[in-house]
């Protein structure tokens, strides 16, 4: 777990990774539930016995799954201390190169970007990547904001 503390110490930190999580493993079950409560039942995620037929061989997961997993993995990876509280500020690009796989695993590798001091704290840049064990190409690559505020 990395932790930095304080604004000159992330600052400090920019252009060096955050860290690379542990794999995860992408169940259908978990597909179905994310699919259940997003209402996106689309048959090439939910529909084993279809999505055989498919260009994929079998089911993928939502990118958007993929990508709801980024808080999980920065909680094991990073820690901002010293500031009075942070905020998801947001994404400004996030792309799905290739599909994942339901039944395969998958990781997340985070760089720090940039740092902009803003009223009150700082927004931080991260470039997240994510992985596919055994993939040539990134499923997910997203930028991620966030903000810190120091009061």
């Given at each position: ?37 997003t ?68 990781r ?11 009223p ?32």
């Open positions: 777990m990395l932790t930095l503390t304080g604004l000159d110490e992330v600052k400090a930190h920019v252009g060096k990774e955050l860290g690379v999580s542990d794999w995860h493993d992408v169940t259908q079950e978990k597909i179905n539930e994310f699919a259940e409560v209402g996106d039942d689309q048959w090439i995620h939910i529909d084993v016995e279809r999505a055989k037929d498919s260009p994929f061989g079998g089911t993928i997961a939502h990118g958007y799954y993929t990508l709801s997993l980024a808080p999980r993995f920065s909680y094991d990876m990073f820690k901002f201390e010293g500031f009075a509280f942070g905020i998801n500020y947001g994404l400004n690009r996030v792309r799905f190169p290739a599909p994942m796989p339901v039944g395969q695993k998958v997340m590798r985070a760089v720090l970007k940039s740092v902009e001091e803003i009150g704290g700082a927004q931080i840049t991260s470039e997240l990547t994510f992985e596919r064990e055994g993939g040539e190409k990134p499923v997910c690559v997203a930028e991620s904001l966030a903000r810190v505020y120091t009061g």
